[in-house]
């Protein structure tokens, strides 16, 4: 259920990405998800190549793995639609 979940813009959601002691956020397909946990967005940068604190919706095709992943972290937020 997505109840209760925090709206983000994108302005907001980028203060997410794991600097100054933010958590490291993400949003795929208009969800937001806490990949703090991770080893590989540790410093809020993925593989040298995905920044956190974005919507990495368009940049899923060129990954080696799918949408499963995200499954793995918490959901935390939704994404709201448009480019603020």
Do not use: C
Not at 35 to 54: C, D, P, Y
Not at 56 to 68: N, Q, Y
């Amino acid at each position: 259920m997505e109840q209760n979940l925090k709206e983000f813009t994108r302005e907001e959601l980028a203060s997410f990405n794991g600097e100054d002691g933010n958590p490291v956020y993400i949003a795929y397909d208009g969800k937001v998800y806490d990949v703090s946990e991770s080893k590989l967005w540790k410093t809020g940068n993925h593989m040298r190549r995905h920044q956190s604190g974005i919507d990495l919706t368009d940049e899923l095709e060129a990954a080696p793995h799918g949408v499963e992943v995200f499954e793995r972290y918490a959901q935390v937020g939704i994404l709201k639609p448009g480019k603020d």
